[in-house]
């Protein structure tokens, strides 16, 4: 059974800071990018940043120099620091395998699975 279960999201204060986690199991992991996508409200998905198997990262330009991805290949888990967070970075986050190893693609269609997703909410 393919699982990804994102974890870490919450409640923070503008500026401040939140870690969060996906783990995968009953899928090939550590061959694969992994990726962080977000969706606001009333707004498309958007790619937020994805590592390749050799730590290779690609970033949004939103979050760059304020979030850091990063993955253990023992654990089979993928994390996404985020610092300095503001209000506009509300979403609920979603951790996704991509289909095409090391393409970094910011697209979604690039991405076959797919975890349920887990809430940020930064307020002012």
């Known amino acids: 059974q393919v699982q990804l279960v994102e974890s870490g999201g919450g409640l923070v204060q503008a500026g401040g800071s939140l870690r969060l986690s996906c783990a995968a199991s009953?899928?090939?992991?550590?061959?694969?990018?992994m990726g962080w996508f977000r969706q606001a409200p009333g707004k498309e998905r958007e790619f937020v940043a994805t590592i390749s198997r050799w730590a290779s990262t690609r970033y949004a330009d939103s979050v760059t120099g304020r979030f850091t991805i990063s993955r253990d290949n023992v654990k089979n888990t993928v994390y996404l620091q985020m610092n300095s967070l503001k209000p506009e970075d509300t979403a609920v986050y979603h951790c996704a395998r991509s289909s095409r190893p090391g393409t970094l693609s910011r697209d979604d269609d690039d991405y076959n699975y797919w975890g349920q997703g887990t809430q940020v909410t930064v307020s002012s």
């Open positions: 009953g899928i090939t992991f550590s061959t694969y990018d």
